[in-house]
């Protein structure tokens, strides 16, 4: 599984990351988390908003900070 973490770098986009890593960790699975900071790949996705979470190349969450949660559902399911 992979998961990408879309965002320039700013706070919001780092505290997206470090939900992600730990729901990776707590759900137990195996993925590699990216993080995405190049514009044109963001938009590429058709992300107009960050940060944004593509979890197997699907966006799943676009401007705004996931909850764990939910994060988890995404990648258990």
């Keep these: 599984m992979i998961i990408k973490v879309l965002g320039p770098g700013c706070s919001k986009c780092s505290k997206t990351e470090a939900i992600v890593k730990e729901a990776v960790a707590e759900a137990g699975v195996t993925a590699t988390v990216e993080k ?3 514009l044109l790949a963001i938009g590429s996705y058709g992300v ?10 699907e966006v799943k969450s676009v401007g705004k900070i996931p909850k764990k949660e939910d994060v988890i559902t995404w990648i258990t399911a």
């Design 36 to 38: 995405i900071t190049d």
């Design 48 to 57: 107009f908003g960050t940060p944004a979470v593509v979890v197997n190349e």
